[in-house]
């Protein structure tokens, strides 16, 4: 039963609009990410937060932006979204940055 | 960058069978998970190892950070063990970055 949640399930939307995805965990965790599925289907991280500090940003483009209100909440903006902006985004959470990793159910973003 | 090599990409097994799923790495990984794609498209946590094995119903993992692999075998397989299993390993650098192999896809058949 996961405790990574994860809004919207599924978002379309037409190319340089502005969206973002919502995450919460209720497991107290400290660490939050967001994973991106590429086109082959692997999982890449693009960011990951301990309390509520930018710990990695994998060279994501400018136009993503996590928003850290609280430890348990990691939001995603994507301003002016491009097609290959298209994927599934992972958000996750651990408890601390040395620890196993839990993941929500994605956001499937189609960009059109 | 890191590698994960996961093999095979794709398994079939009879019921009541087991076989061997391997994840190999290119540099030296600090820890391990193992998860399973469901259905709806979650992933579950299967295993999460810095050493050794553990064992979990039919389920069982290991992992040898010094040889660079991890295994997870399944036995006496059962219909709802079909799935994408996927490896995910991390190194000492900051920051937990999982690196994922691509999936090893499991097929059990009656």
């Known amino acids: 039963e996961t405790a990574v949640f994860q809004t919207p399930n599924y978002h379309v939307t037409q190319v340089g609009n502005e969206v973002s995805f919502n995450c919460k965990q209720t497991?107290?965790?400290?660490?939050m990410y967001w994973y991106k599925q590429d086109s082959k289907k692997l999982l890449k991280i693009m960011f990951s937060?301990?309390?509520?500090?930018?710990?990695v940003n994998e060279t994501v483009p400018r136009r993503f932006s996590p928003q850290s209100s609280d430890k348990a909440h990691l939001n995603l903006r994507i301003k002016s979204v491009e097609p290959e902006d298209s994927a599934v985004y992972l958000c996750?959470?651990?408890?601390?940055?040395?620890?196993?990793?839990?993941f929500g159910k994605g956001t499937r973003l189609t960009v059109v | 960058g890191d590698q994960v090599e996961q093999s095979p990409s794709a398994l079939s097994l009879h019921e009541g069978t087991g076989s061997a799923l391997r994840c190999n790495f290119t540099t030296t990984m600090r820890a391990v998970q193992w998860f399973r794609k469901n259905s709806r498209g979650s992933l579950i946590n299967l295993f999460y190892l810095a050493s050794g094995t553990k064992e979990n119903g039919r389920l069982k993992s290991a992992f040898d950070s010094k040889e660079r692999y991890s295994t997870l075998h399944i036995r006496d397989a059962q219909l709802e063990d079909s799935g994408t299993y996927f490896c995910?390993?991390?190194?000492?650098?900051?920051?937990?970055?999982?690196?994922f192999g691509i999936g090893t896809r499991v097929l059990v058949r009656p």
């Open positions: 497991l107290g965790h400290d660490t």
């Open positions: 937060y301990n309390n509520k500090q930018l710990i």
């Open positions: 995910a390993a991390t190194t000492n650098s900051a920051g937990n970055k999982l690196t």
């Open positions: 996750a959470s651990s408890q601390t940055l040395n620890t196993e990793v839990f």
